[in-house]
């Protein structure tokens, strides 16, 4: 089943038992965090079984929330509806994420064999052709109510997730970190005082166009409110949105920019995915929604939304201009600390009728992010392997909260092969933020972490099989030397042949024969254990 909008979501999540409804008042500032973080942790409900990638932490996630009257709101806030496997499923109109990934493996296949870019560049011919591409109509119920003048942020439950969140002078002055993700001339640190501090819209698309292309971007990047009409933006460098803001920096000019809450849920899911730049995440979603998403005009500035969003806020991005952004509890487990990031002036607020708010809290795994990024594992690992051919599966631990850790299993064909493949990983898109890989032989189930790191233990040498390698890393990662760059180790754990330093006879593994087996298979009963 495919949902027009949150609400026709939120209801069918509720008819399932996988939704909650929250009557007594709450406080978006912290509460509802609090409340929140507690919940993810729960299992999960209803009683689907967890899916074979992922037997550990496969059941839980909880229930999702509906807090229907939030502390100075009159609009209800859902969270942690992604929250759990089965509530991605459904999010996504899918019996299970392989299916779907069989679906993007159809939609790329037919081409020659050429580099996953241009695989997924050709991506936008094939899948207009299928009718995915967003569709530009006239109206929306997105644009229900529109307020221009009388446009205020504060009218918005923005939640609060960790007690340090927007805490002025927490963690030392900003660090002026000398790059040009952010506009760092402007010194403008303006915070309104009725605004209170640390309030952020958490799970929004963030719509862009490429000044010179026109190409559209679709980003969750978090969002920091500091007065009705004031915000700033937290795109990573290595992310499209701040790639578009240097190019109308370097112009000169401002930049038109959406937020959009809800929507069809596929969208959201969408904003997340590390599409290559250039690959439409709007197409993907009309993909995944078996068809193109339909867009209504901006009010205020020259950009179309989803028609079937609750709220899209309209403004314009300071080329300029800065405000401190954070301290904010990270998906890392620590905080990220306050920066400059680029001004936004809200120039209209438009939503529906009765609107529900969309956010969720990241923090120490598992949160709901888990569940968008394993949706991501599985969904892209056709693409992975279309652009490393010797990779059969891969997984991302909980424990590495997405960046910090991949396991993956290959078939070894010749001399430092495992080499090869990490080097591969480290270029493709944003796997470069892998801080570790570690790569086993293809009978290893690298799903279940224990045996990973049995043959972790057993196989490296860690002289002569791990490999450090200086590149990007996430900038969330306060351990790297330098912001957004550091080291990334690969450890080789797969069984060594010659040619990968010196390798003394190689033992087998313990296996009992199959005539034992056999032998006690048959008898099982008699021993009477
Ligand atoms: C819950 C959640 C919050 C996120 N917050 C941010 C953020 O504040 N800034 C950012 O740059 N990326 C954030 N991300 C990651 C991006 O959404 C993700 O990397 C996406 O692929 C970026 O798309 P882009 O390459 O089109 O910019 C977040 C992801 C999730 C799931
Ligand atoms: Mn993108």
């Known amino acids: 089943m495919r949902y027009p909008d949150l609400q026709a979501f939120l209801s069918d999540l509720e008819a399932r038992g996988q939704l909650r409804r929250v009557g007594v008042e709450v406080d978006p500032i912290l509460e509802i965090s609090a409340i929140t973080d507690r919940v ?156 209170g501090t640390g309030r952020y819209f958490t799970f929004a698309g963030i719509y862009t166009r490429d000044p010179e292309t026109n190409d559209r971007n679709v980003g969750m990047y978090r969002v920091q409110v500091y007065g009705p009409k004031l915000a700033a933006m937290h795109w990573h460098m290595h992310h499209d949105g701040a790639r578009h803001f240097r190019k109308y920096k370097a112009r000169g000019e401002r930049m038109p920019l959406a937020i959009v809450l ?112 394993k949706a991501t594992e599985r969904i892209f690992l056709p693409l992975l392997r279309m652009l490393i051919p010797s990779i059969i599966d891969y997984h991302l631990p909980m424990f590495g909260a997405f960046h910090n850790c991949v396991f993956v299993t290959i078939r070894k064909e010749y001399p430092l092969h495992a080499r090869a493949v990490m080097s591969s990983i480290w270029g493709a898109g944003q796997m470069m933020f892998a801080k570790m890989i570690v790569v086993v032989d293809e009978h290893v189930n690298v799903h279940d972490e224990q045996e990973v790191l049995f043959y972790m233990g057993a196989n490296v040498d860690w002289r002569r099989d791990t490999m450090i390698v200086d590149g990007p890393c996430d900038i969330l990662d306060h351990s790297t030397p330098y912001y957004g760059a550091g080291a990334k180790i690969g450890i080789d754990a797969t069984r060594k042949i010659a040619g990968e330093g010196v390798v003394r006879e190689w033992p087998e593994e313990l296996e009992m024969g199959e005539v034992v087996r056999e032998l006690v298979e048959r008898k099982w009963r008699e021993y009477g254990i």
């Open 262 to 373: 809800g929507g069809e849920p596929v969208l959201a899911y969408a904003a997340t995915c590390p599409l290559p730049p250039d690959v439409s995440e709007l197409l993907f979603a009309g993909f995944l929604n078996d068809g193109g998403i339909e867009l209504v005009p901006c009010k205020t500035i020259p950009l179309e939304v989803p028609a079937n969003a609750e709220t899209v806020i309209e403004g314009w991005i300071d080329p300029e201009r800065t405000l401190v952004e954070g301290p904010f509890g990270d998906h890392t487990g620590f905080y990220s600390l306050a920066d400059r990031y680029p001004r936004f002036d809200v120039t209209a607020i438009t939503h529906r009728r009765n609107p529900v708010f969309p956010a969720t809290i990241v923090g120490k795994p598992p949160q709901e992010d888990y569940y968008l990024g």
């Open 40 to 195: 993810s942790k729960l299992p999960a409900a209803g009683d689907a079984p967890p899916p074979a990638t992922d037997p550990v932490h496969g059941r839980q996630g909880g229930v999702g929330l509906l807090f229907e009257k939030v502390k100075g709101s009159n609009i209800p806030v859902a969270i942690n509806v992604f929250g759990s496997y089965e509530r991605m499923r459904l999010a996504l109109g899918v019996e299970d994420f392989e299916s779907l990934a069989g679906r993007v493996q159809e939609l790329v296949k037919p081409e020659v064999p050429t580099t996953l870019l241009e695989k997924m560049k050709k991506l936008p011919q094939l899948a207009r052709l299928a009718g995915y591409g967003p569709k530009v109509g006239k109206r929306g119920i997105c644009q229900e109510v529109v307020h221009t003048d009388d446009a205020d942020l504060l009218s918005l439950p923005a939640i609060q997730c960790w007690p340090h969140d927007g805490e002025p002078g927490y963690g030392g002055k900003p660090s002026a970190q000398d790059t040009d993700t952010q506009s760092r001339e402007g010194t403008d640190d303006v915070r309104d005082p009725g605004v």
